[in-house]
């Protein structure tokens, strides 16, 4: 197989070190879905990659492919969160997100929904207006959708008596576009009973325990 050089747009899910320099980066990209590649370099003071290779870095990366692995050549960011970064509970959040979306992604499949989704999600964190739980459990309703295995209609929870407001609410979220996901707020009561219900389903169809939702429990 012959190298090759491509161009993908996505955001940095997750790195580690390796060897003295070096990163390993995870990228959730539009185009291959989830893709690792080494970004050479990148722990060297002054590397152009020093940046492009950190979580939350989003823009458009060009790889090079070659036999056995890939290289991060070079990137060009578009957003890199930074304000999240300077927030110890905005990050621990925004990991939280990056780290469901690591599970739920694969590699060579269309990463463009997820992706979308992720975005949207980190800029609904940094926005004032919106309280932070709720654009957690937005999140977590909309990619159990968009994984497939979360069921889109809410039957099972006839028993449970909710508030109107809130089946609203959870019918808006598994339906709308990912684009008007944060565009409205909840009372407390009814934000109460949405997470109920998230949290149920979370714990119903995601087999996978978080180190970054432990983490999040710790610093709010």
């Known amino acids: 197989m012959s190298s090759q050089i491509c161009t993908v747009t996505g955001i940095v899910l997750s790195a580690r ?3 003295e320099y070096d990163k ?19 722990r060297r003071p002054g590397n152009p990659l020093m940046a492009a290779s950190n979580v939350f870095a989003f823009g458009d990366f060009q790889i090079y492919e070659g036999r056995s692995s890939s290289s991060i050549s070079q990137a060009d960011i578009q957003n890199y969160f930074g304000e999240l970064l300077k927030d110890l509970e905005g990050a621990c959040y925004g990991q939280y ?10 590699e ?3 990463g463009t929904d997820c992706l979308r989704l992720v ?9 004032p207006s919106l309280p932070r739980v709720l654009v957690r459990y937005v999140y977590e309703l909309k990619i159990m ?5 979360c069921p889109q209609t809410f039957e099972q929870f006839e028993s449970w ?8 609410a959870l019918r808006y ?3 709308s576009s990912i684009e008007r996901l944060y565009t409205f707020t909840l009372t407390d009561e009814v934000l109460a009973e949405y997470i109920k219900v998230v949290t149920w389903l979370r714990e119903h169809y995601v087999e996978h325990t978080f180190k970054s939702l432990e983490i999040l429990a710790t610093c709010r």
Not at 33 to 41: D, I, P, Q, T, V
Not at 97 to 106: N, P, S
Request: net charge positive; no cysteine.
């Open 17 to 19: 070190p390796v060897g």
């Open 24 to 42: 390993l980066v995870t990228l959730l990209t539009k185009e291959r879905g989830k893709f690792r590649a080494f970004a050479r370099g990148a």
């Open 97 to 106: 997100f990056l780290e469901f979306a690591d599970y739920y992604t694969r």
């Open 108 to 110: 060579n499949m269309d």
């Open 119 to 127: 975005y949207q999600s980190l800029r609904a964190l940094s926005a």
């Open 145 to 149: 959708v968009l994984s497939g295995e």
């Open 161 to 168: 008596n909710l508030n109107s407001s809130t089946l609203y």
């Open 173 to 175: 979220v598994t339906g």
